[in-house]
């Protein structure tokens, strides 16, 4: 595999991006109390939090920090901590593989209980969750943080263990995947052919993973003068690339610019990796798409634990994949009130990123923490939803919106949302990650 080019960095604006960027990274290194300002209550109530991801050891950090005598349980089997934004960078020859990698016990608050195991059972009539080692955990309140199942097992003919050989790809598994992804990809750089990229039609974590690949394997084959070699194919699962319209036509014109050739309301449904052929879904039947390179992206539900509780929604968009049914301003269970949902298992119209978690998790607690101390919450998540778009390496998009699809930057004059930017290029390779961090810290 080739070494990836260093970007060139345009000064404009670069000064008060990077002392911004070193007054994040500071931050992020300061103790969790030193930064603590409201007083702690003081309560025995039990909370269980199902999930160590992103979102459930965010709720865990926060809640540690306000709660004094609370018994506050995780339950995660997982040992290994994903940062799951860096898959992308990975899977492009960005980042080494060991840079997603950490320790759960890493970002586990000091007084907070892990049971290393699974949820099998949820029982929220009962107050319980049934591990699948069969322990019975009761709560007082449950935040059901689990993240979402990557379904592979729904496309015939694909092998996760295959991922790497014979031009298949796909970011979304795991570490390994995404570093094995970069192996097929360079490859195909190297040489050209046809490369196919699509997205499930389910809801979906990082819903700009799918166009940022797209381009970022646009720009290995220019690089490597190979790109008129090379036909780059795209397929949207619906009218749209993009779930925000403004942003959606910008992509399009992106994709007309770049030479990337597009296929709409297309699903792929099932895959021969012998004879390197995709088969997807459309309007008038199935259409069988040859490849030399491709980027799996599964269907995404919800675990099935979830899915086989009373917890998901009946009936709506979400009940299919079993979603947690939640208000979507709290974060609330509607039948269950003293259950929430946070990142990407709640049954929300927007919010499947890490950037999301971080402003919903704080809701959230918020309503939890009014319930043991008898006021009313007035927060309210609105839908606020990141994707850092890498268009090409060393330039990218920073992308940001709410429930009613209005962009909502956060770098007014500084990043403009729709502009391919290096700023936003070393927000996604640089700063995102220590903010993150912070974040599982409880501090973001």
């Known amino acids: 595999m080739k070494p990836l080019p260093t970007p060139s960095t345009p000064s404009a604006d670069r000064r008060r991006f990077l002392a911004a960027l070193t007054s994040t990274a500071a931050w992020a290194a300061v103790p969790a109390q030193a930064q603590a300002t409201d007083p702690a209550t003081r309560t025995a109530a039990r909370i269980v939090i199902a999930g160590a991801g992103a979102a459930g050891l965010a709720a865990a950090s926060r809640l540690a920090t306000r709660l004094k005598g609370a018994k506050i349980t995780v339950i995660d089997a997982r040992k290994a901590h994903y940062y799951q934004p860096g898959f992308t960078l990975v899977a492009s020859g960005i980042k080494p593989a060991g840079y997603v990698t950490t320790a759960t ?53 694909m092998d996760t263990n295959l991922i790497g050989q014979n031009g298949l790809g796909s970011i979304y598994h795991s570490p390994e995947g995404a570093l094995a992804t970069w192996g097929a990809l360079s490859a195909f750089a190297d040489k050209g052919g046809v490369a196919v990229f699509s997205r499930p039609s389910t809801e979906m974590k990082c819903a700009g993973a799918p166009l940022k690949y797209a381009f970022i394997t646009d720009d290995h084959l220019r690089r490597r003068g190979n790109r008129s070699k090379a036909e780059v194919v795209y397929n949207a699962h619906n009218k749209a690339f993009f779930g925000v319209p403004i942003v959606s036509e910008k992509v399009r014109m992106l994709f007309n610019d770049r030479g990337i050739k597009t296929h709409t309301e297309r699903v792929l449904q099932s895959i021969d990796l012998g004879k390197r052929i995709a088969t997807f879904s459309t309007p008038t039947g199935t259409a069988e798409q040859p490849y030399d390179f491709i980027n799996v992206i599964p269907p995404m539900r919800a675990p099935d634990a979830v899915r086989q509780s009373a917890l998901p929604w009946k009936e709506g968009p979400f009940a299919a994949d079993g979603w947690v049914e939640v208000d979507r301003g709290s974060l609330r269970h509607k039948r269950f009130p003293n259950v929430f949902a946070v990142g990407d298992i709640a049954g929300v119209p927007k919010g499947k990123t890490a950037a999301s978690v971080k402003w919903q998790v704080p809701v959230a607690v918020d309503h939890l923490l009014a319930d043991i101390e008898g006021r009313t919450s007035t927060e309210v998540y609105d839908g606020y939803t990141s994707c850092p778009l890498i268009t090409r390496l060393g330039r990218a998009m920073l992308i940001e919106f709410d429930y009613k699809d209005n962009l909502t930057p956060s770098f007014p004059g500084v990043i403009a949302p729709l502009e391919e930017l290096w700023v936003s290029w070393v927000m996604k390779t640089m700063a995102l990650k220590p903010t993150y961090i912070s974040m599982l810290r409880g501090r973001a």
């Not at 608050?109 to 591990?131: C, L, M, R, Y």
């Not at 955990?137 to 496309?155: C, E, N, S």
């Open 105 to 157: 016990s890493d970002y586990l608050p000091n007084g907070v209980e892990w049971i290393q195991a699974s949820v099998a059972e949820f029982d929220p009539e009962g107050n319980k969750v049934v591990t699948d080692g069969g322990q019975s955990v009761p709560y007082d309140f449950l935040m059901v943080a689990t993240g979402l199942k990557l379904d592979y097992a729904a496309i015939p003919g």
